[in-house]
Antibody, heavy 127, light 112 residues
Framework: EVQLLESGGGLVQPGGSQRLSCAASGFTFSNHVMSWVRQAPGKGLEWVSTISGSGGGTYYADSVKGRFTISRDNSKSTLSLHMNSLRADDTAVYYC????????????????????WGQGTLVTVSS | QSVLTQPPSVSGAPGQRVTISCTGSSSNIGAGYDVHWYQQFPGTAPKLLIYGNINRPSGVPDRFSGSNSGTSASLAITGLQAEDEADYYC????????????FGGGTKLTVL
């Protein structure tokens, strides 16, 4: 069974940093593109960042570009999101999500979807 | 402001059919990129409902179906049940934004 377990959320001051982790199991981690998606309280879903299976390709929403860094450790089946210069509007539940591997290569494809999602971890940016 | 536009809410009585629209543009749905749909219950993570415009993952009832045409996509739910009351989101790719997956703003389905 595929499992994604996020951790690292909590209360952080504006301008501060936070690191989120997502522990994956139940599938060959390196074969899959992985993403972070967030949801502000009472709001809709917002794509944050995506990383290819090898880690060589990274993609960011304009709202986080230059402040967030996505990375992965395939030897530990772990996805990470380093968040710097946090702002109040970064307050959200952050979900990690697995993307399909149609050819087992971990290649980024535009038409990918998210399945499954982790349970999410809440990041609150407030003084 | 979401790149994909969904109605904030829809409603229907048990047994009825409802549709949820997802309107995009020539840089996303209109460019031929696939549309995917997710269902989310309060306090839980989203769950994939439809992928690749029309495909249902195993376990998703055939009461749920997807379609698209031009710059829009739709999710149809037939034989509406009380347990279908949830938030629904569409998702696609936009080639005007580097590497960007995009979501609709979400639609709250109320079963009357």
């Amino acid at each position: 069974e595929v499992q994604l377990l996020e951790s690292g959320g909590g209360l952080v001051q504006p301008g501060g940093s936070q690191r989120l982790s997502c522990a994956a199991s139940g599938f060959t981690f390196s074969n899959h593109v992985m993403s972070w998606v967030r949801q502000a309280p009472g709001k809709g879903l917002e794509w944050v960042s995506t990383i290819s299976g090898s880690g060589g390709g990274t993609y960011y929403a304009d709202s986080v570009k230059g402040r967030f860094t996505i990375s992965r450790d395939n030897s530990k089946s772990t996805l990470s999101l380093h968040m710097n210069s946090l702002r109040a509007d970064d307050t959200a539940v952050y979900y990690c999500a697995k993307e399909p591997s149609l050819d087992g290569s971990g290649t980024y494809y535009e038409n990918n979807w998210f399945d499954p999602w982790g349970q999410g971890t809440l990041v609150t940016v407030s003084s | 402001q979401s790149v994909l536009t969904q109605p904030p809410s829809v409603s229907g009585a048990p047994g009825q059919r409802v549709t949820i629209s997802c309107t995009g543009s020539s840089s996303n749905i209109g460019a031929g990129y696939d549309v995917h749909w997710y269902q989310q219950f309060p306090g839980t993570a989203p769950k994939l409902l439809i992928y690749g415009n029309i495909n249902r993952p195993s376990g998703v009832p055939d009461r749920f179906s997807g379609s698209n045409s031009g710059t829009s996509a739709s999710l149809a739910i037939t034989g509406l049940q009380a347990e279908d009351e949830a938030d629904y989101y569409c998702q696609s790719y936009d080639n005007s934004l580097s590497g960007s997956r995009v979501f609709g703003g979400g639609t709250k389905l109320t079963v009357l």
